[in-house]
């Protein structure tokens, strides 16, 4: 049962255009919303959050849209640069939980110079 | 640097054998989480303890152990290994609930 699902497994954008990653869940007791970036090699870094609370957040090029109803996120980076080109994973928390993330499966951006 | 180290960074053993995986948490974290990454695959949860207590369990193989120690620093033990345990381990840490788990750079076991 995969709570979290990014439905594109790649993306590719021409530098300085927008990059667009989305995200549904099904589980309507998430309540917090991250997501994290990961480079061949290395663990996955955390890059922006949001809480249920909110439908928007943003930080530096970085913005995340959450939208409750249709139970979907996306995280925008304008504008796009070549050193963004990793994999992009989303993921969910319950309330009342124990902080464990529920992971999508990814989606591979690739930026073209 | 994101503060949570991971040791060792590759292993290769052999099928049936019985491997560790070492994760120091952040300063100050006292949650600390495994999670496996199969090729192609997304991040599965596996197992989280708190302060030394087991607190959640997810998808983990019965054949799989893991433990906090009163330092914080969690191991992870799996044994009679197969093929298919081949994949990247990552550790990760927080300070609490609904803030940001900080991984480590993963260990990745080779089952031959």
């Known amino acids: 049962d995969q709570q979290v699902k990014q439905n594109s497994p790649s993306l590719s954008v021409q530098e300085g255009r927008i990059s667009i990653l989305n995200c549904d869940y099904t589980?309507?007791?998430?309540?917090?919303f991250l997501w994290y970036k990961k480079y061949p090699a290395e663990g996955p870094t955390f890059l922006i959050s949001?809480?249920?609370?909110?439908d928007k957040n943003e930080d530096g090029r970085f913005t995340v849209f959450l939208n409750k109803s249709a139970k979907h996120l996306s995280l925008h980076i304008v504008p796009s640069q070549p050193g963004d080109s990793a994999v992009y994973f989303c993921?969910?928390?319950?309330?009342?939980?124990?902080?464990?993330?529920?992971f999508g499966q990814g989606t591979t951006l690739q930026v073209k110079p | 640097d994101s503060g949570v180290t991971q040791t060792p960074k590759h292993l290769i053993t052999a099928t049936g054998q019985r491997v560790t995986l070492r994760c120091s948490p952040r300063?100050?974290?006292?949650?600390v989480y495994w999670y496996q990454q199969s090729l192609d695959q997304g991040l599965q949860f596996l197992i989280q303890y708190y302060n030394g207590e087991e607190r959640a369990k997810g998808n983990i193989l019965e054949r799989f152990s893991a433990q906090q120690f009163p330092d914080l620093h969690s191991e992870l033990n799996l044994s009679s290994l197969e093929l298919g345990d081949s994949a990247l381990y990552f550790c990760?840490?927080?300070?609490?609930?609904?803030?940001?788990?900080?991984f480590g750079q993963g260990t990745r076991l080779t089952v031959v």
């Open positions: 993921a969910a928390s319950a309330s009342g939980n124990t902080g464990k993330l529920i």
């Open positions: 300063s100050g974290d006292l949650s």
């Open positions: 949001i809480s249920s609370i909110k």
């Open positions: 990760a840490s927080s300070a609490g609930t609904h803030t940001e788990a900080f």
């Open positions: 589980n309507s007791m998430f309540d917090y």
